[in-house]
């Protein structure tokens, strides 16, 4: 009598299906950790709008990292693996986000930073052939995210009739840590090669910069250093700082939406 061995869903993925997995996972932590981050700056809002306006953007950003990782399972990932299984040093956002604001100018420069690099990601997906539905998912969450953009554009506009104001020196700061999602230009892409993005990296990090550009000055830009690595895409090691984790992590599962 033959038997048929068990076979983990992850193991069996392709090279292409592996390296999908791992940016949704990126993109939708990066998501995950913006909501708290929007979560713990709540109370430093400047008035009602921002309050109202900072409560929609966590909530939207918590609706967008559930429906990717919702998306997940096509890759054999649960829903309790994503959410609540992982612990720091297993959540792939922007090294962009772990370090914590400063002031209220460094926190509107790193949410404009970190909206407009998740949203240009994003963006690459909106015509897949390859996934339909990611597509849609992509196309939903990408014209949901102008308002985020909307938001701190206004905010920095603001700032900048302040001459103490110290938006420009913090974005300069902030842009060279957001560049960090890219890493270096040449590396292998076998998303955009295998037809899920209809961009590349290397173009995604110039569009990126144009739309950062037209807001604020780019023309300094370090050069990435080379330990760059795309499945958590972020230079060093994997993972968030415990400290940060344990402040934005769920912990009230029974609380949780079905």
Same mark, same amino acid.
């Given at each position: 009598?033959?038997?048929?061995?068990?076979?983990?869903?992850?193991?069996?993925?392709?090279?292409?299906?592996?390296?999908?997995?791992?940016?949704?996972?990126?993109?939708?932590?990066?998501?995950?950790?913006?909501?708290?981050?929007?979560? $713990?700056?709540?109370?430093?809002?400047? /008035?009602? =709008? &921002? #309050?109202?306006?900072?409560?929609? *953007?966590?909530?939207?950003?918590?609706?967008?990292?559930?429906?990717?990782?919702?998306?997940?399972?096509?890759?054999?990932?649960?829903?309790?693996?994503?959410?609540?299984?992982?612990?720091?040093?297993?959540?792939?956002?922007p090294k $962009?986000?772990?370090?914590?604001?400063? /002031?209220? =100018? &460094? #926190?509107?420069?790193?949410?404009? *930073?970190?909206?407009?690099?998740?949203?240009?990601?994003?963006?690459?997906?909106?015509?897949?052939?390859?996934?339909?539905?990611?597509?849609?998912?992509?196309?939903?969450?990408?014209?949901?995210?102008?308002?985020?953009?909307?938001?701190?554009?206004?905010?920095?506009?603001?700032?900048?009739? &302040?001459?103490?104001?110290t938006i420009?020196e913090d974005?300069?700061?902030?842009?060279?840590?957001?560049?960090?999602?890219?890493?270096?230009?040449?590396?292998?892409?076998?998303?955009?090669?295998?037809?899920?993005?209809?961009?590349?990296?290397?173009?995604?990090?110039?569009?990126?910069?144009?739309?950062?550009?037209?807001?604020?000055?780019?023309?300094?830009?370090?050069?990435?250093?080379?330990?760059?690595?795309?499945?958590?895409?972020?230079?060093?090691?994997?993972?968030?700082?415990?400290?940060?984790?344990?402040?934005?992590?769920?912990?009230?599962?029974?609380?949780?939406?079905?």
């Amino acid at each position: 009598m033959m038997t048929t061995k068990n076979v983990n869903p992850v193991e069996s993925l392709s090279e292409t299906d592996r390296c999908l997995r791992d940016e949704l996972y990126c993109i939708a932590d990066a998501k995950l950790v913006l909501a708290g981050w929007y979560m $713990l700056a709540l109370p430093n809002g400047r /008035s009602i =709008a &921002d #309050f109202t306006s900072i409560c929609a *953007m966590m909530q939207g950003q918590y609706g967008h990292a559930r429906a990717i990782y919702q998306h997940l399972g096509r890759f054999g990932v649960t829903r309790e693996e994503a959410e609540w299984t992982r612990g720091a040093k297993d959540i792939r956002s922007p090294k $962009l986000l772990d370090r914590p604001p400063q /002031s209220w =100018a &460094d #926190f509107i420069a790193s949410i404009f *930073m970190a909206e407009q690099a998740i949203s240009t990601q994003l963006s690459a997906y909106r015509t897949s052939v390859t996934d339909r539905t990611l597509a849609r998912l992509a196309d939903k969450v990408h014209k949901e995210s102008r308002f985020h953009l909307s938001y701190s554009a206004g905010w920095i506009k603001a700032l900048r009739k &302040d001459p103490l104001s110290t938006i420009d020196e913090d974005a300069r700061r902030r842009l060279t840590e957001a560049l960090d999602w890219w890493g270096a230009v040449d590396q292998p892409d076998v998303l955009f090669s295998g037809g899920y993005r209809d961009t590349s990296d290397s173009e995604l990090r110039k569009r990126f910069l144009e739309a950062v550009g037209a807001i604020f000055d780019v023309s300094e830009v370090a050069s990435p250093p080379k330990s760059w690595q795309r499945f958590i895409r972020r230079n060093g090691s994997p993972g968030i700082p415990e400290s940060l984790f344990e402040r934005i992590r769920f912990k009230n599962r029974e609380l949780a939406l079905p």
